[in-house]
């Protein structure tokens, strides 16, 4: 996982890693510590090695505008507190603003534009100046820090436009990013361009990671914390980085092409092992006969699961018939009510533990235990049937079960899973309610626990073959 930011992704890694699922994090951490193994390059050393780089430009004095990454993201607030950290050291350095970016280009231009504009308004000098480019003296930053290189080139652009003008002073503001990605409009080629004064390489290391996993799944040994090499790249170096990025490119490709031939002739020596016609048309035999095993068996499933679906809650089909269902379209002008085992009128509340019985087995049909956790499960979806919130975890904790537990359960005994019985019982208790009420489908909806009518609409087609406003027809 390489999550977004902090909170977005943190309950769904704690759950997996509950459930020992292993866990790898990269780049980003989140909120919390439940991970089996951490890889990221030191993004507080990045942003403080910048900073003490930018400050040396600098000459110890200056004015910096900083654009930050993603609002909430770990490389984000460690670049950050490192970069501050470094440049609070130096008194004459100021940083004029740092304004939130999300480490695209179009965000980092359209923040920088507007700080641009808001000084225009504060600043009666620039009601002297008609373009961007004559507004440098005005502007006076000395060096922009992007918190990665798409961030800083489009600040440069912001400020100086489609080509470099100067200040007063005769120098262009300093524009310095992090990535130093390799290859043409990377980060390092842009620093041997001179488009940008520094970057700082950002080391991905698939490879790394993809090791990792194999070392977890197979038992052997790994580091809990793994912190990436990386390096400052500057004009000094950007030549020599990009020859070392070079050759290792130019080695993959190498190792490729042997593979490829590799595989080629091995594939060969297969095919020639395979023209026996004897050997394929054994093959290709039993290939016919587990194929047919497995439709046969696929249809029997298919078959099992609708017979199940159709019998849940004992609604047989969209078509009722008139001595057990409310509707009949044989006899449209008195719709029949649904009554129970005494001849008494069911309500909405007694049509669904009517079917919620005849979904589940009743006392001594699976051994003891069973007619109270019947009765429980039952008691849960009624109560709470026209919560829109109500979700398997939560009727799993009413349960006092665990989300797996309350699922096999009620898989084993019915077949169908707790959320499809939700559904099903809110659907009929909302066909019952359109009979026996006024109410309009929107309320019914609402009433049966769906939070959208359209969504109530469709799954009512989908179980009964009509739409909700057929039933009163």
Same mark, same amino acid.
């Given at each position: 996982?390489a999550?977004?930011? #902090?909170?977005?992704?943190?309950p769904?890694i704690?759950?997996?890693?509950?459930?020992?699922i292993?866990?790898?994090?990269?780049?980003?951490?989140?909120?919390s510590?439940?991970?089996t193994?951490?890889?990221?390059?030191d993004?507080?050393?990045?942003?403080r090695?910048m900073?003490?780089y930018?400050?040396?430009?600098?000459?110890?004095a200056?004015?910096?505008?900083?654009?930050? &990454?993603l609002?909430?993201?770990?490389?984000?607030?460690?670049?950050?507190r490192?970069?501050?950290e470094?440049?609070?050291r130096?008194?004459?350095?100021s940083?004029?603003?740092t /304004?939130?970016?999300d480490?695209?280009?179009e965000?980092?231009y359209?923040?920088?534009?507007?700080?641009?504009?808001?000084?225009?308004?504060?600043t009666?000098?620039?009601?002297?100046y008609?373009?961007i480019?004559? @507004?440098q003296?005005s502007i006076n930053i000395?060096?922009?820090?992007? @918190?990665?290189d798409?961030?800083?080139?489009r600040?440069?652009?912001?400020? #100086?436009g489609?080509?470099?003008?100067?200040?007063a002073k005769?120098?262009?503001?300093?524009?310095?990013?992090?990535?130093g990605l =390799?290859?043409?409009?990377?980060?390092?080629c842009?620093?041997?361009d001179?488009?940008l004064?520094a970057?700082y390489i950002?080391?991905t290391r698939?490879?790394?990671? #993809?090791?990792?996993a194999?070392?977890?799944l197979? &038992?052997?040994?790994?580091?809990?914390?793994?912190?990436?090499?990386?390096?400052?790249v500057?004009?000094?170096?950007?030549?020599?980085?990009?020859l070392?990025s070079d050759?290792?490119?130019? +080695?993959?490709q190498?190792?490729?092409r042997?593979?490829?031939k590799?595989?080629?002739?091995?594939q060969r020596?297969?095919?020639?092992?395979l023209?026996?016609?004897?050997?394929l048309?054994v093959?290709?035999?039993? #290939?016919?006969?587990?194929?047919l095993?497995?439709?046969?068996?696929l249809?029997?499933?298919?078959?099992?699961?609708?017979?199940?679906?159709?019998?849940l809650?004992?609604?047989?089909?969209?078509?009722p018939d008139p001595t057990?269902?409310?509707?009949? =379209? *044989?006899q449209?002008?008195s =719709?029949?009510?649904?009554?129970g085992?005494?001849?008494? /009128?069911?309500?909405?509340?007694?049509?669904a533990?009517s079917?919620? @019985?005849s979904?589940l087995?009743?006392e &001594?049909e699976?051994?003891?235990?069973l007619?109270?956790?019947i009765t429980?499960?039952r008691?849960?979806v009624?109560?709470?049937?026209?919560d829109s919130e109500? *979700?398997?975890?939560d009727?799993?904790?009413?349960?006092?079960l665990?989300?797996?537990?309350?699922?096999r359960?009620?898989?084993?005994l019915?077949?169908?899973?707790p959320?499809?019985? /939700?559904r099903?019982? +809110? /659907?009929?208790?909302g066909?019952q309610?359109?009979?026996?009420?006024?109410?309009?489908?929107?309320?019914?909806?609402y009433?049966v626990?769906?939070s959208?009518?359209?969504?109530f609409t469709k799954c009512f087609?989908?179980?009964?073959?009509m739409?909700?406003?057929?039933v009163?027809k």
């Open positions: 996982m999550p977004n930011q #902090l909170q977005s992704v943190s769904a704690d759950r997996a890693y509950d459930r020992g292993p866990v790898i994090v990269f780049e980003r951490k989140t909120d510590q439940k991970y193994s951490f890889v990221s390059a993004n507080y050393e990045m942003g090695v900073g003490e930018i400050a040396s430009c600098l000459g110890g200056g004015r910096v505008l900083e654009v930050m &990454g609002k909430g993201s770990s490389p984000a607030d460690e670049r950050h490192g970069f501050r470094a440049i609070d130096y008194p004459q350095i940083v004029v603003a /304004l939130q970016g480490w695209t280009e965000t980092a359209e923040a920088v534009r507007q700080y641009i504009d808001e000084l225009r308004l504060m009666d000098e620039y009601n002297e008609s373009s480019n004559n @507004h003296s000395d060096c922009v820090f992007g @918190h990665n798409r961030t800083a080139m600040a440069r652009k912001a400020l #100086l489609t080509t470099p003008s100067e200040d005769g120098t262009t503001p300093l524009f310095c990013g992090i990535d =390799p290859g043409e409009n990377g980060g390092i842009q620093v041997r001179s488009l004064n970057s950002y080391p698939g490879d790394l990671l #993809l090791q990792l194999l070392d977890i197979e &038992g052997r040994p790994y580091e809990k914390e793994v912190m990436l090499t990386s390096a400052l500057t004009p000094e170096n950007a030549n020599v980085l990009l070392e050759e290792v490119m130019r +080695r993959s190498k190792l490729e042997l593979q490829t590799a595989d080629s002739y091995l020596i297969n095919q020639q092992r023209l026996n016609a004897l050997a048309g093959i290709v035999l039993l #290939l016919v006969a587990i194929a095993f497995y439709l046969y068996h249809s029997k499933v298919n078959m099992q699961r609708e017979r199940v679906v159709q019998n809650w004992n609604m047989e089909s969209p078509t057990t269902h409310p509707y009949s =379209p *044989s449209p002008s =719709p029949l009510p649904l009554k085992e005494s001849g008494h /009128l069911l309500t909405a509340e007694g049509i533990t079917r919620i @019985h979904t087995p009743h &001594g699976r051994g003891e235990g007619p109270t956790f429980r499960f008691e849960v009624e109560k709470r049937m026209a109500l *979700s398997v975890e009727i799993a904790a009413d349960m006092n665990s989300r797996v537990q309350l699922y359960k009620v898989k084993a019915s077949g169908s899973s959320v499809e019985l /939700l099903t019982a +809110r /659907l009929n208790r066909y309610l359109l009979l026996t009420t006024d109410k309009t489908v929107s309320e019914v909806a009433a626990g769906f959208a009518p359209a969504y087609k989908d179980e009964f073959g739409v909700p406003g057929d009163r």
